[in-house]
């Protein structure tokens, strides 16, 4: 996770802007599933997320607004999952 999360840090400064959001929400992923494999973590209301964002995420390379609005909606989710 620490190689994931500084590799790209570094690929941030040469990449297009919306890798830098792609990455975050990335990592949330890479994180919850190292949480649930250590038993960590089982929270259906968060893993719902979490698949919301995996099958999004990558239409950051196609459709700017789609992954726009994933993130949008996936943090409307977890107000609600606060609340």
């Known amino acids: ?6 590799t790209s840090a570094r690929g941030c400064v ?14 949330v992923s890479r994180l919850y599933y190292l949480l649930k494999e250590n038993n960590l973590i089982n929270d259906e209301s968060i893993g719902s997320i979490i698949k919301k964002i995996d099958e999004k995420k ?7 607004q789609e992954f726009i609005n994933m993130l949008d909606e ?3 989710d977890l107000v609600m999952i606060m609340k």
């Open 74 to 76: 996936v943090i409307d």
């Open 14 to 27: 040469d990449e297009p802007k919306i890798y830098g959001p792609l990455r975050l929400a990335d990592s």
């Open 1 to 6: 996770m620490f190689a994931y999360m500084l």
């Open 58 to 64: 990558s239409s950051c390379m196609t459709d700017e």
